[in-house]
């Protein structure tokens, strides 16, 4: 490891006191032993929810959807404002985030043999990034994204084919090619 990002990271015991100092907080949260007062972030969030035009939490509505995704977006906000994160590590935590719920890779694929898994005969999918695989009878057995191009209509709508398919290279970044085409 260099020097650079050596000095960068957080001690061990940096590292161990955050996380005993986020676990406490958070049992005292969940116990409500600690009524901790609505964040800017929490309070934006609320605000944008109306504007899509969600019926606010704290007024009668039905358990569905809208609720279920309002409370889930909630309590995920509350984490990441108890983490203490700044205007420096907010950007890298979100978007590293972004990347791990969605499954897809924070670094290249290199393609190495540990990295697929076999789904049919001849056929296997990349277990770092679920739509890249190699197939035994297509592209002659080089590895290919299913996402490789998106197809976007005049209306905004977006649909992939057969023909999103496209060759990779390793190392490969997944990355996916909107086309548009007529209605």
């Not at 260099?2 to 001690?11: G, H, L, Q």
């Amino acid at each position: 490891m260099n020097k650079c990002v050596m000095a960068c990271e957080p001690s061990k015991l940096e590292t161990m006191i955050r996380r005993a100092k986020n676990a406490l907080l958070e049992l005292a949260y969940r116990l409500r032993l600690k009524k901790r007062p609505k964040s800017n972030t929490v309070l934006h969030a609320e605000r944008e929810f109306l504007a899509v035009g969600y019926t606010p939490l704290d007024q009668e509505q039905e358990n569905g959807p809208n609720k279920w995704i309002q409370e889930n977006m909630l309590e995920l906000l509350e984490v990441f404002d108890r983490q203490g994160h700044s205007g420096f590590s907010a950007p890298c935590a979100v978007e590293m985030f972004r990347k791990l719920a969605l499954h897809e890779p924070l670094v290249p694929l290199f393609g190495d043999d540990d990295e697929w898994n076999q789904v049919g005969d001849g056929v296997f999918q990349n277990n770092r990034c679920s739509h890249v695989f190699k197939d035994k009878d297509r592209f002659n057995g080089q590895a290919y994204d299913i996402n490789g191009r998106i197809f976007r209509e005049p209306d905004g709508g977006c649909y992939t084919s057969g023909d999103s398919c496209v060759p990779v290279t390793f190392p490969y970044t997944p990355k996916c090619e909107y086309v548009d085409v007529d209605g």
